[in-house]
């Protein structure tokens, strides 16, 4: 990797868990609303609303908390008792105090390569949340920048790339999903390294790039030392 002179890293499931508190959430809220409708009726309406709602409110535990309860809503025809909505609104918060866990090998990993690259986060949804998040991480010393957006596409990147004034094939990025993680980036002309996670939100999955010479997966971030 000897052109690379920034990587980026996703903050969500690549650095720390995320995705296992959202179905931790999504059973606790089927089991509120299990006497309107079956727990697969509840999920697939509530991913239907979350892909409305996306676009406007954006990704995060605030967006999701509200997609459930207009989930609620209408799966209960309006009948919901306020103590219910209550309740959806105590999983939301429960969620956004959860402790922030390293996946392993992390930190080790970001020592490492600061030693040799300058190291930035490219991270989506609620900007308190992440920021809250990071720091409780304690690993924002490693981090040279810090860019929360509110979608990762193709002119984000480019944006993140021109900012540090370097070229595309300067840069790489580090991340748990292919759609939000790895092809924008590629179609940006940098360089991208798939790390998978056993939890993968439904609205990520996308095929993976194989063949791309800029593409590459790997089983863990440690495994990012052998070529970084």
Excluded: C
């Amino acid at each position: 990797m000897k052109r690379i002179k920034v990587i980026g890293f996703d903050a969500d499931d690549t650095l720390w868990e995320n995705e296992i508190y959202f179905r931790e959430s999504e059973k606790k809220f089927f089991e509120l609303l299990k006497d309107y409708a079956p727990a697969k009726e509840i999920e697939k309406k509530l991913y239907n609303i979350e892909t409305i709602n996306i676009p406007l409110f954006g990704y995060g535990v605030k967006s999701f908390t509200l997609s459930m309860i207009e989930t609620a809503l209408q799966i209960s025809k309006n009948k919901v008792k306020a103590d219910v909505i209550n309740q959806i609104m105590e999983i939301g918060r429960e969620q956004l105090e959860k402790p922030v866990v390293l996946l392993p090998f992390v930190r080790g990993v970001l020592e490492r390569l600061a030693g040799n690259y300058k190291l930035i986060v490219v991270t989506k949804g609620d900007l308190l949340d992440q920021e809250l998040k990071l720091q409780r991480s304690g690993l924002k010393p490693f981090f040279h920048h810090v860019e929360i957006v509110s979608h990762k596409t193709e002119t984000e990147y480019t944006k993140v790339i021109k900012h540090l004034d370097i070229r595309p094939n300067q840069f790489m990025m580090v991340g748990n999903s292919i759609k939000s993680d790895i092809l924008p980036v590629l179609r940006s002309g940098a360089k991208a390294v798939y790390i998978p996670h056993e939890s993968v939100w439904i609205h990520e999955i996308a095929d993976a790039p194989v063949g791309n010479p800029k593409f590459r997966q790997i089983h863990s971030i440690l495994d990012l030392l052998r070529f970084a």
